[in-house]
């Protein structure tokens, strides 16, 4: 079975030696020094490590069973459960008058790195809740509010999303599902819906539904959608549960991986459900959720290929096959280990510089939320409104293929489920799908963040690069190792937002036929300014003296592998946006 | 399920109007014309598509089953391997004196595309029993061949490979497995093998095991060891099956795919064997398989992501969601099919590219070990060499990621088992492992091919790009989409090969941290030269008149978008490569 070592160490590097989030001008950042994150890190790290970890891979073999309508989850999950409900988890960020600590977003992503590490189809269940949550704060009354969010901060009851259905998923507007307003306010709501993660389970009291419908005189197409709030047990005035709401379990979808999730087909049935929001204005509500679910499967991107990493690196040390071309280096034994040898340790930097970078994005990027929820600043909001797409796309493409590639170092075991490395990359194959396929990221990304603001959320980013390049310009380390290529990189960015400028307005496809490489490209050069940070900070570090010398060289050593191995790809990536849409869009339809 | 339309039509292509293989003055070619091809190809593309291919989803769902010893395959299964059996497709490029029929090998590669494409775990019984004839054809006494092969070709006995224990893989000199001579010229095998592709099975009389075991007196590592041939049932005189023979399946491995393939430990407790060849030369008879076994492989790689690309395809023609940017493409219907989007052209673009070139490499790599093994041409054999790491390699790396690419396109549907698309990524994900981990195929090709007969097979290959060029340079139309831009990559290559030259002989390091880059690089540079060759064929198709002038324009399109976007990714591997050892290496080996 996998090992899981919490990296707390590299969570508090990116917190307070990258970001300084202590010093960053956001309302409840003043608290979040080492002393207050450490003790917090540490005791999710404890819970992720020796609760969650351990079922990983019972969930994937024992899956979630349907019996008698009623999810159950592989053994242990309930009990893990518990746990998160009584370390109170959930309610990390959230309001303290409903329960929770109110600390900012950046602390529960970190947190939240740990328990998707550990764990990934379990934490889902609490993730998904949090989303919901989010939803019912921006969007609830504050009867609404009052019933609800109280026991699904504690999880004593959980929350889902309900979009898609079986003939529509990013196409919402052609949705089916139903609902008629009833005398007491209420409405009635029927249709079908399908890929409802953690749609039903046993681990909680009441399951909180999200569903999107279709109400009456709301126009053709997503104008006519609404959000409704439609509870499992429906909820007594005194807060207690009443009735079964007219929702089942259709069937669990058997999949690639997360089976220790349930993923639903839910039917209503003429299910009693409330608005939540205004009537007609669902798809609103929905998208102020995005940015933060968004960058949440960016998270899980990275962060079930770090177990995976560490796998890989540990066998790398351990198995003994071969002999390094440079001669014995473990002449006692029988062979050297792996890790010897130079494709091993190719194998390995790819993935812990991938790793890493995106740590440093995927906070920076919660950062960003913070300081557009706490301070509401609308810079950060545009900034990161431009960036989820990326860290979406970007972080989980890379993400599986990471986990690929920690399996490859297994050579033949890694394919054998017993070890454990093919369900992280079964597992990781779903971030590219869901929240919004990687595809239609890149469409958001090019078809309306990049023109978004009339393009300044764009030019904030490339401010912040030119910035921090002038900044550092005269630490000639950081220069040629660091600054160097990102202004290489940041270059074939800008020449990529120029091509589109000049002919994505009268030729469209010019844009979207390139959408794919731009996102990868902007992500690229999104992880090549978050190593030029950490060098900065790990080269400050070593020239003012640190305890951990050791630490900081691994951090500089991975980041200048980044910028000479990774970073390159922003050429090809640019070359084939410039190679324009002629030869994409070439074939009839039916020549596929 | 997915279906599976066989690619007869591009099979003859290739065959025909681009290697044009009834003019290769290769014995046994003259007779390879259409009409001799056709009927075959029409007849293994039934078999696959109306009996393999609807067994293929059942195999994975059902995979194979340890009953008292024995394994069970999936249903159906038998029956197949009987339609297999019958049809004589085993023995189609096997001498005739042994019941073949003695055609190229090119054909019975052209023929297994189609077998793996509908259903690869099957197709290994047949592949395997294949490549322990060529063994004992190569190796064995007379006697021997008398005995084991004419019901091999026939497949009444299949045959295995056991190389492979649990602590060594590539690395074949730990092996423990042992062999003691006996008094009447036997051996009695001891040990265990792991990962045993179609271990035990149902499905035939008897197996022939082919194991590699250490017998006395041959010295340390590799040098001490020898092949073996162990059949489950020992054989009588007169050639009826006699006692089982000491050799069972301790279990049947768990898998992230090809389901349908029983993959065992196999537990030798003393059994029976015979030396096959010299003794001590076991690795040598091993390695006279291995470019038919490797090019093998490479055709899985991407055999298996043609009905993946087909069901893609079909279902981007059919799935109605979203409107096209350019306007409505269906404005009957409530919404556009999936194909009018840029991004789902641009991946069904990168599939059909790699797909079609691929094709086109494995069958041109096919023709040079028929010239190798019919004419006895040197330059052949050592060309197919060269190649072979690079269609292994490359192909089922691009193969996997297409496939998945292909998944891709069906969204969440594409993440539920029901609909088969998962399947093709996780069958695909074992080829980048077995027959030699692709990083040991890079280290093979850097290490050894290319010093191989002082650079002479790389320096060929250079000149057929040359000559390629040279020739067609006069062509506009070849010589903007195709020639300049294979002239490019193939600089790039012999930059790459320049370097390792200059730094590989004193810092082996320079070499080797390059050397999947490397792979990569001249896989590219193949495919183009592929490409180069296939836009050829049709621009003189379209230049001299065709009954079907949309195929050829599509080769045409297809080929220019490979070369503008793939082709151009050479830059990025020599960039990699040429960064050097230093940043791969930095790190100490406990840093990670």
Redesign the interface.
């Known amino acids: 079975m996998p090992s899981y070592t919490p990296p707390i160490r590299d969570l508090h590097y990116v917190l307070h030696d990258v970001l300084k989030v202590s010093q960053m001008p956001v309302p409840g950042y003043g608290d979040l020094d080492p002393a207050t994150t450490a003790p917090i890190l540490e005791e999710a790290g404890r819970l992720a490590a020796e609760v969650l970890a351990p079922l990983n891979a019972v969930g994937d073999a024992e899956g979630c069973r349907l019996e008698n309508g009623t999810v159950r989850t592989p053994p242990g999950f309930s009990g893990a459960f518990a746990a998160m409900r009584d370390g109170g988890w959930n309610g990390l960020d959230l309001p303290e008058e409903l329960g929770g600590q109110a600390m900012p977003y950046v602390l529960y992503t970190a947190v939240g790195e740990m328990f998707v590490s550990a764990n990934m189809a379990f934490n889902m269940y609490q993730g998904l809740t949090h989303g919901a949550i989010s939803a019912i704060l921006a969007h609830g009354t504050d009867a609404q509010k009052e019933t609800y969010l109280p026991p699904m901060v504690r999880l004593d009851w959980t929350g889902t999303m309900n979009l ?1 259905e079986p ?5 919402l ?2 949705l089916r599902t139903r609902a008629e307003p009833q005398a007491d306010g209420s409405y009635r709501i029927t249709g079908q819906k ?2 409802i993660s953690a749609g039903d389970h046993d681990m909680a009291r009441n399951i909180i539904h999200l569903v999107l419908a279709k109400a009456p005189g709301g126009g053709e197409g997503t104008k006519g959608i609404s959000l409704f709030i439609v509870p499992k047990f429906l909820v007594n005035a005194d807060g207690t549960l009443g009735e079964r709401n007219a929702v089942s379990v259709g069937k669990i ?5 997360i089976h220790g999730n349930a ?1 639903c087909v839910m039917n209503y049935d003429g299910a009693t459900g409330w608005l939540l929001g205004d009537l007609h204005k669902g798809m609103r509500a929905m998208f102020t959720m995005m940015n933060e679910a968004r960058l949440g499967v960016g998270l899980q991107g990275y962060a079930v290929a770090v177990p995976a990493y560490q796998n890989a ?1 540990a066998y ?2 351990e198995r ?3 002999r390094a ?2 001669g014995p280096a473990n002449p006692a034994g ?2 050297d ?1 792996l ?11 790819d993935q ?1 510089s991938f790793l890493e970078g995106a740590r440093a994005l995927t906070l920076w990027g919660a950062s960003l939320i913070d300081a557009s929820h706490r301070s509401g600043d609308a810079g950060a909001e545009g900034l990161i409104s431009l960036l989820t797409p990326v860290i979406k796309g970007f972080q989980t493409d890379k993400g ?1 293929q990471m986990a ?1 590639e920690a ?2 170092v297994w ?2 075991h ?5 070890q454990g490395m ?1 369900q992280f ?2 597992d990781a ?2 971030t ?3 929240e919004g ?3 239609v990221q ?2 958001d990304l090019v ?1 309306r963040k990049l023109a978004a603001e009339g393009g300044k959320p764009m030019m904030a980013f490339f401010g912040i690069v030119k910035e921090f390049i002038a900044e550092n310009d005269g630490h000639e380390a950081l220069k040629t190792g660091f600054l160097d290529p990102l202004k290489a990189a940041s270059k074939d960015l800008q020449a990529a937002v120029t091509y589109f400028m000049q002919n994505g307005m009268k030729t ?2 010019a844009a ?2 390139g ?2 490489d731009f996102m990868h490209l902007f992500g690229h050069v999104c992880l090549g300014l978050m190593w030029g940070r950490m060098a900065k900070a790990s080269y400050a570090a070593l020239e003012t003296g640190t305890d951990d010398p ?1 630490f900081h060289k ?1 951090k500089i ?2 980041g ?2 980044y910028m ?2 990774q970073l ?2 922003t ?2 990536h640019l ?2 946006i410039t ?1 324009g ?1 002629g ?10």
């Open positions: 898609t003939h529509c998923g990013t196409d507007g052609l399908i890929f979808e058997r999949k690639m991986g993923t690196a790398a040390r003994l096959q071969g071309a440079t029988p062979a280990p890790i010897v040898h130079p494709d091993i340790r190719r194998s390995l930097m812990r599986f690929a399996q490859q050579g033949g890694g394919y054998v489920e017993e093919s990359a079964r194959r779903i590219m799908i869901y396929a990687n595809g890149a469409l078809g469209p496809d979207l036929a959408s794919y050791a691994a050593a991975t200048r592998y000479a191995r390159p790809a050429a090809l070359a084939r190679s849409p030869d994409v869009m070439a074939l009839p339809a039916e020549a596929f």
